[in-house]
């Protein structure tokens, strides 16, 4: 029991390539004969050359840190039939250079899925997967993170500038000398700097709902502009 543990911890070690390696290794591959014995364009000995071709000279980037398989051909023909292969599984790959070394590669996660599922590495297909759920969970959580706090940002900043606003009024004229309407409003927003409109309006002798409080506070901020550019348009 221990051996294998021992064993299980060695192959978690291996980078995510060479866990793809030998897991192949350990499927084995078809016997020659009946390989030999298989139609050119039969999509099994298709399956077997590209398990060659990809013990031979392949690498798979670590899932959790980006998407990316390559083939590293001997030859040009070798490069071809790789291509042609993948094509016939509708795969579509691109070509590049390692080095001076002509390449054949995937950037997407899901070619490179089906890639593992021909060549029937389904361990390590399930850990490409497991990776592409955890990256897009995370993804979506920095996402609405990000969001929430442009949010709170924009929040605060109106507030700031809305206070900025019913203090100048006070100052300048005194709030006793808008009408009541906008004088309710202002006193609650003094008295609530991080209240949302919504819980401004609950707040408000008769609830007058977001778009209310923010007409109301649109009004204000005019006020308050007319006094900064000294005009005194507002009435009683």
Do not use: C, W
């Not at 077997?48 to 392949?58: R, S, T």
Request: charged share 40%.
């Amino acid at each position: 029991m221990e051996n294998f543990k021992s064993k299980d911890n060695e192959v978690k070690k291996l980078s995510f390539s060479k866990r793809i390696k030998a897991e192949l290794l350990k499927i084995g591959f078809t016997d020659p004969q009946k390989t030999i014995k298989m139609k050119p364009d039969d999509k099994e000995k298709s399956k077997e050359e590209l398990k060659h071709f990809f013990l031979a000279g392949a690498s798979v980037t670590d899932p959790m840190k980006e998407y990316h398989l390559e083939f590293l051909p001997e030859s040009e023909k070798e490069l071809e039939r790789i291509e042609e292969i993948l094509e016939s599984f509708s795969i579509h790959p691109k070509r590049g250079f390692r080095g001076k070394n002509s390449m054949v590669y995937l950037k997407d996660a899901e070619e490179i899925a089906d890639v593992l599922k021909i060549l029937g590495a389904f361990e390590s297909l399930m850990e490409l997967e497991n990776a592409r759920i955890l990256k897009e969970v995370s993804e979506n959580v920095n996402r609405r993170v990000n969001f929430e706090a442009a949010n709170i940002n924009r929040t605060v900043k109106a507030s700031v500038k809305q206070q900025e606003d019913i203090l100048l009024i006070k100052e300048k004229i005194g709030l006793e000398r808008i009408e009541s309407g906008l004088r309710e409003v202002a006193e609650q927003r003094l008295r609530y700097p991080d209240a949302s409109l919504e819980e401004l309006s609950r707040g408000l002798a008769t609830p007058i709902g977001k778009s209310g409080v923010n007409h109301r506070l649109r009004k204000l901020a005019r006020i308050a502009k007319e006094l900064r550019d000294g005009v005194e348009s507002f009435r009683d």
